[in-house]
C-alpha cells in the first residue's frame, strides 16, 4: 500500500455513494477539539479515497477541530496509521485488530503473529497513543467466531495495560459481554468507548467503570432517543466526540462520507442534548482528550 493509499472497509458498509458529494464546512466551533476516532485511510466509494489526509487535517483545522486521532483496524491500517502520526503534528494512532478481523485471522492460524506486530506497532512510536479499536461486535460475527473476538480482546487489553496505552473499545451488539470480559480482564487506566451505543443505563455502567464515552454522529440521527438519554446522563469530563469518518456523518448530510471537519455539527447536539454552553463544552471535550489519551500533542 503506498504511505498515503486508501484501504477498503471489511468490518462496515461504505457511505451511499449515490449522494457522496462533499458537504460543506460548518460553521467553526469556539474552541478547538478533537476528532478522537477517524479513519483516514479507508476508502469510501469506487474511486477511491474521497479526501486526502492534507486536505482532511486542514479542512478539520479550518472547523476548529484540531487534532485526530487515527484508528488503524488491521495490520495493513495499523501500519498506515503509524507512519501517518509520525508526518503529522496534529494526529495520533491507534492500533489493533478489529474484533471481525480476529475471526479471519485464527481461522487461518495467524492470530499470534498478527498479534506479536500489533505490539510492535504499539510500541514502535511515540505517536502511538492508544491499543484499539479492540473489542466485540456480534453484528458481523455469529457464534462461531465469537471465540476468537474474545481472545484478541482479553490479549488487547493486556497489551494495552503492560505498555499503558489508552484502550478503544468497539462495542456493536455485546454490551454485556464487553463489559464482562473487561471486568475479568480488570481494565487498563484509560478505557475510551468508541462510538458509544448504548442506553442510560449502560452509559452508567461505564461511568462507574470511569471510562470516557466517545460520541459520533448517531446521536444527531432521529431514532437515536435512547442514546441521547446516556448524552444527558454523562458528565462533561468523561465526554468525548468522535467521527468514527468516513462512517456515522451527521445530520443533516447522513448517507454522504464524514470526515473530521464535520465534528462541529456533533458538538452542537451534544451541547443542545446536554443543556450546556458550547464554548464549555468545548473546553471540556478538549481536556477530556488529553487525560485520555496521556497528555496533550
Same mark, same amino acid.
Given at each position: 500500500?503506498?504511505? /498515503?493509499?486508501?484501504?477498503?472497509?471489511?468490518?462496515?458498509?461504505?457511505?451511499?455513494?449515490?449522494?457522496?458529494?462533499?458537504?460543506?464546512?460548518?460553521?467553526?466551533?469556539?474552541?478547538?477539539?478533537?476528532?478522537?476516532?477517524?479513519?483516514?485511510?479507508?476508502?469510501?466509494?469506487?474511486?477511491?479515497?474521497?479526501?486526502?489526509?492534507?486536505?482532511?487535517?486542514?479542512?478539520?483545522?479550518?472547523?476548529?477541530?484540531?487534532?485526530?486521532?487515527?484508528?488503524?483496524?488491521?495490520?495493513?491500517?495499523?501500519?498506515?496509521?503509524?507512519?501517518?502520526?509520525?508526518?503529522?503534528?496534529?494526529?495520533?494512532?491507534?492500533?489493533?485488530?478489529?474484533?471481525?478481523?480476529?475471526?479471519?485471522?485464527?481461522?487461518?492460524?495467524?492470530?499470534?503473529?498478527?498479534?506479536?506486530?500489533?505490539?510492535?506497532?504499539?510500541?514502535?512510536?511515540?505517536?502511538?497513543?492508544?491499543?484499539?479499536?479492540?473489542?466485540?461486535?456480534?453484528?458481523?460475527?455469529?457464534?462461531?467466531?465469537?471465540?476468537?473476538?474474545?481472545?484478541?480482546?482479553?490479549?488487547?487489553?493486556?497489551?494495552?495495560?503492560?505498555? /499503558?496505552?489508552?484502550?478503544?473499545?468497539?462495542?456493536?451488539?455485546?454490551?454485556?459481554?464487553?463489559?464482562?470480559?473487561?471486568?475479568?480482564?480488570?481494565?487498563?487506566?484509560?478505557?475510551?468507548?468508541?462510538?458509544?451505543?448504548?442506553?442510560?443505563?449502560?452509559?452508567?455502567?461505564?461511568?462507574?467503570?470511569?471510562?470516557?464515552?466517545?460520541?459520533?454522529?448517531?446521536?444527531?440521527?432521529?431514532?437515536?432517543?435512547?442514546?441521547?438519554?446516556?448524552?444527558?446522563?454523562?458528565?462533561?469530563?468523561?465526554?468525548?466526540?468522535?467521527?468514527?469518518?468516513?462512517?456515522?456523518?451527521?445530520?443533516?448530510?447522513?448517507?454522504?462520507?464524514?470526515?473530521?471537519?464535520?465534528?462541529?455539527?456533533?458538538?452542537?447536539?451534544?451541547?443542545?442534548?446536554?443543556?450546556?454552553?458550547?464554548?464549555?463544552?468545548?473546553?471540556?471535550?478538549?481536556?477530556?482528550?488529553?487525560?485520555?489519551?496521556?497528555?496533550?500533542?
Amino acid at each position: 500500500m503506498a504511505a /498515503d493509499g486508501p484501504t477498503r472497509s471489511r468490518y462496515r458498509d461504505s457511505p451511499a455513494s449515490s449522494d457522496a458529494d462533499r458537504p460543506p464546512v460548518p460553521e467553526p466551533l469556539p474552541l478547538p477539539v478533537a476528532d478522537n476516532h477517524c479513519h483516514l485511510d479507508i476508502a469510501d466509494g469506487p474511486d477511491g479515497a474521497w479526501l486526502a489526509v492534507e486536505d482532511a487535517v486542514s479542512m478539520a483545522a479550518s472547523a476548529n477541530v484540531t487534532r485526530i486521532v487515527q484508528i488503524g483496524c488491521d495490520l495493513p491500517g495499523a501500519r498506515w496509521a503509524v507512519r501517518v502520526a509520525e508526518r503529522h503534528g496534529s494526529l495520533v494512532a491507534g492500533v489493533a485488530l478489529h474484533p471481525n478481523e480476529a475471526p479471519r485471522l485464527a481461522a487461518d492460524g495467524k492470530l499470534d503473529a498478527a498479534m506479536d506486530e500489533i505490539e510492535e506497532l504499539a510500541r514502535s512510536s511515540e505517536r502511538v497513543r492508544a491499543v484499539g479499536e479492540t473489542g466485540l461486535d456480534y453484528f458481523r460475527t455469529g457464534e462461531e467466531g465469537r471465540g476468537a473476538q474474545h481472545e484478541s480482546f482479553r490479549r488487547h487489553i493486556d497489551l494495552a495495560k503492560r505498555i /499503558d496505552k489508552t484502550l478503544v473499545v468497539h462495542d456493536r451488539d455485546a454490551h454485556e459481554d464487553v463489559l464482562g470480559l473487561l471486568d475479568e480482564q480488570s481494565p487498563p487506566e484509560r478505557v475510551v468507548m468508541h462510538c458509544f451505543s448504548g442506553d442510560a443505563a449502560f452509559a452508567r455502567a461505564c461511568l462507574d467503570r470511569g471510562f470516557w464515552l466517545s460520541f459520533a454522529g448517531t446521536v444527531t440521527f432521529k431514532n437515536a432517543a435512547a442514546l441521547r438519554e446516556a448524552v444527558a446522563i454523562t458528565p462533561l469530563d468523561r465526554m468525548l466526540v468522535e467521527t468514527d469518518a468516513p462512517y456515522l456523518t451527521p445530520t443533516p448530510h447522513r448517507g454522504r462520507p464524514n470526515a473530521s471537519y464535520l465534528v462541529p455539527l456533533t458538538v452542537r447536539a451534544l451541547a443542545h442534548t446536554r443543556g450546556v454552553d458550547l464554548a464549555a463544552l468545548c473546553r471540556a471535550i478538549d481536556g477530556n482528550t488529553d487525560a485520555a489519551y496521556g497528555g496533550a500533542w
